[in-house]
């Protein structure tokens, strides 16, 4: 059953603490300093960039649409203790909420393997404290700015008659964006698995994480699953992915190893187009298992923002303005979503349980 702790106060928790945007009625969203200047770019303007590549659907995120709400627990070892004193790294046992989905606007799109997936998840973290992070299975983003996000996302519009990006609009951009067409490659090169339970999800962005003793290093976290690998497969199925998943989870909960990596002196941390050097430290600080999912409704992670800036004490920015950038978008598409009427889910965990 969805959870019915969760409710719209819960999903607008932490905004305003995250010093970037502040979710209010009449006042509507308050902009972030810095990119969000209103000469330039602003969370509406990225929000409507959204909206004009496929249309409005109401009722739905305008990125990563398509979901699936999951409920599950996150147990600590304690070892990420060394490296911040954030509490969801104590030797202890939280509750959280996740969401599966896959990006793009479209609530109704085909499952594709090499579409991008994501995992978002908040831990309720004893007292008050949460921690909310978007994650998905590419090794580095695509993009080392809100701008260059925001321009790609029209270079890639399809064109009507093929259903493809007009190759001399996406050329041209690459040729404006190098660190893009780099992370490409190094995003080409990394296949996606079979599925959500045997994928590995990427925080992407760098923060710093600081430890009892007021030490602090750059980190980016990722979550590694116990599931065995396998290739991903050609579509079978308009919904197989999450089809999958939903089979997969009535055989018993699927967890991933959280690992934290610890940057090194010089590595770059305001660009998550470049990944760090492979033989960087790792620290495993506990594992994520998930135990149900649900169709997303009312009072279930459909009515969660996971905004990146809601971090537990332990862990704060660094100098990469995209969570920043992140934190405003998703404020105003909630402020938006949550106004709408909705149509139901394309993904319906009933449906697919009866029809096997």
């Not at 921690?131 to 090794?139: G, H, K, L, S």
């Not at 290739?231 to 989870?249: K, Q, W």
């Amino acid at each position: 059953m969805p959870n019915p702790r969760l409710n719209r106060r819960d999903a607008l928790v932490g905004l305003a603490a995250a010093g970037t945007v502040l979710a209010v009625g009449a006042g509507g969203v308050a902009e972030a300093s810095g990119w969000l200047n209103p000469q330039r770019l602003t969370s509406s303007r990225f929000t409507d960039r959204f909206e004009q590549l496929y249309g409005r659907h109401n009722g739905f995120r305008r990125n990563h649409a398509k979901g699936l709400a999951a409920t599950g627990t996150f147990t600590g070892n304690g070892a990420g203790t060394e490296v911040s004193k954030a509490a969801v790294f104590a030797a202890a046992t939280v509750p959280v909420t996740a969401r599966f989905s896959l990006g793009g606007t479209l609530p109704d799109v085909a499952d594709q393997p090499a579409t991008v997936r994501g995992l978002g998840v908040r831990f309720d973290l004893p007292g008050e404290g949460q921690w909310r992070t978007a994650m998905v299975n590419v090794p580095v983003f695509t993009d080392s700015t809100p701008q260059g996000f925001f321009d790609r996302l029209l270079a890639g519009k399809p064109d009507p008659a093929t259903g493809k990006p007009v190759p001399s609009v996406m050329n041209d951009f690459l040729a404006r964006h190098p660190e893009t067409a780099a992370a490409m490659k190094v995003i080409k090169a990394t296949p996606p698995s079979s599925g959500f339970a045997n994928s590995t999800f990427h925080g992407l962005n760098a923060f710093i994480a600081t430890n009892g003793a007021g030490s602090s290093v750059p980190v980016r976290w990722t979550v590694v699953p116990m599931d065995p690998p396998g290739p991903a497969t050609p579509e079978a199925g308009h919904d197989y992915l999450f089809d999958d998943l939903i089979e997969r989870m009535d055989r018993g909960p699927v967890s991933w190893r959280l690992m934290l990596t610890v940057a090194q002196p010089g590595d770059p941390t305001h660009d998550a187009t470049l990944p760090w050097p492979a033989d960087r430290r790792t620290v495993e600080v506990g594992t994520l298992t998930i135990d149900a999912v649900h169709t997303e409704a009312p009072g279930n992670a459909r009515d969660v923002n996971f905004d990146p800036m809601v971090l537990p004490e332990g862990l704060g920015p660094s100098d990469d303005p995209l969570p920043r950038a992140r934190s405003a978008v998703y404020a105003r598409s909630f402020e938006r979503r949550t106004r709408e009427p909705k149509s139901p889910s394309e993904v319906d965990v009933e449906k697919v349980n009866h029809d096997h």
